[in-house]
């Protein structure tokens, strides 16, 4: 089956600590995304990518870094540069058309304690 | 920059309608997205207008499109409790390139 693959789905890890996000999907899109989702504030875009190897920062990038080394993956990782962490992240992709949907894995809850 | 605003919450009881309002800033939006979240899950796109157009059906939904007032409404026809979610508008104004302005989400509360 095709689709967009987070994980894990829940993350703990200790103040101080980066920690690296998973996304893969194998729907052949040139562009991925990850978006950050806080209570009663909707999705803010933190990284995006088009094409392997570039990427270009969201509304809110400090604090996070991409790599898009292959296609079909495009991990973030939360450094410890990154004052509020807690969040449940949603990583997306789609094609470079202009008509077309995103697609949105099931995201993951990272908490920081 | 682009804004895109929601009320957060609605309840509705089950068989009424409901409708889910959103309005934009940025006259230059292409498209108009309604996503549907359930709890813990990742977005599912329920429909999308393309903004040349005032109003799109499909099946249960209703969207409806005020270019003039950027204004945006979801109506759900006999709104059902598996409806309960978090409604999303987003906007984008891409050309070749997808990058949505999402808004703050409407909570939905179908009680039976």
């Known amino acids: 089956d095709g689709g967009i693959t987070q994980s894990p789905k829940y993350l703990f890890r200790k103040e101080g600590q980066n920690v690296t996000l998973s996304c893969e999907q194998n729907l052949n899109h040139d562009a991925m995304y990850w978006y950050r989702q806080d209570p009663g504030q909707g999705l803010r875009l933190i990284y995006y990518?088009?094409?392997?190897?570039?990427?270009q920062k969201g509304d809110i990038a400090e604090g996070y870094s991409v790599s898009r080394e292959k296609k079909e993956s495009f991990p973030l990782t939360v450094t410890s540069a990154q004052k509020n962490p807690t969040a449940f992240y949603l990583c997306?992709?789609?094609?470079?058309?202009?008509?077309?949907?995103?697609?949105f894995g099931q995201g993951t809850r990272l908490t920081v304690v | 920059g682009e804004d895109v605003e929601q009320s957060l919450f609605l309840s509705v009881r089950e068989g009424d309608s409901s409708v889910i309002n959103c309005t934009y800033t940025d006259s230059s939006s292409t498209y108009l997205y309604w996503y549907k979240q359930e709890p813990g899950a990742g977005l599912q796109l329920l429909t999308y207008i393309f903004s040349n157009m005032d109003m799109k059906q499909d099946q249960r939904l209703t969207v409806l499109l005020n270019k003039k007032d950027k204004h945006l409404s979801l109506r759900i026809a006999d709104t059902q409790t598996g409806d309960s979610a978090i409604y999303f508008c987003?906007?984008?104004?891409?050309?070749?390139?997808?990058?949505?302005?999402f808004g703050t989400g409407t909570r939905l509360l179908v009680s039976p």
């Open positions: 987003a906007e984008s104004d891409a050309l070749g390139f997808q990058k949505l302005v």
């Open positions: 997306a992709s789609s094609t470079l058309d202009s008509n077309t949907e995103a697609f």
């Open positions: 990518s088009q094409i392997v190897n570039d990427f």
